[in-house]
């Protein structure tokens, strides 16, 4: 019985990050926690970048910033919105790293 009272328990943490936003600042804090997990976040573009290989906007909430990587349009700076994506951690040396959401269309 406790097991699967851990299992739903579990379960539900994982719904409730994909119906509820993640704050940044705890993707940040613990990316190796959500390291492929599917979040939602929102907040404000901070900065847009629309280059030929390379789409990405950076997402401000209260706590923090994150890089969202994409393959569709770059919105605005100064929207709002809200992102569904894949945790990733695009690189790390030393004590430098950067964590990346990769946009689910």
């Known amino acids: 019985m406790r097991r699967h009272i851990g299992v739903l328990a579990a ?25 492929g997990s599917t979040v ?7 900065e847009s970048v629309n280059v030929i290989v390379l789409k990405y906007y950076v997402v401000r909430d209260e706590s923090g910033k994150i890089p969202v990587v994409t393959s569709g349009a770059v919105p605005r700076r100064g929207t709002r919105v809200s992102v569904r994506g894949i945790v990733r951690q695009a690189f790390a040396i030393g004590d430098e790293s950067l964590t990346v959401l990769i946009e689910k269309p």
């Open 11 to 35: 379960g539900l943490g994982v719904a409730c990050g994909l119906f509820f936003p993640t704050p940044i600042r705890s993707i940040l804090d613990t990316p190796a926690k959500y390291e």
């Open 40 to 46: 939602l976040i929102s907040g404000e573009v901070e």
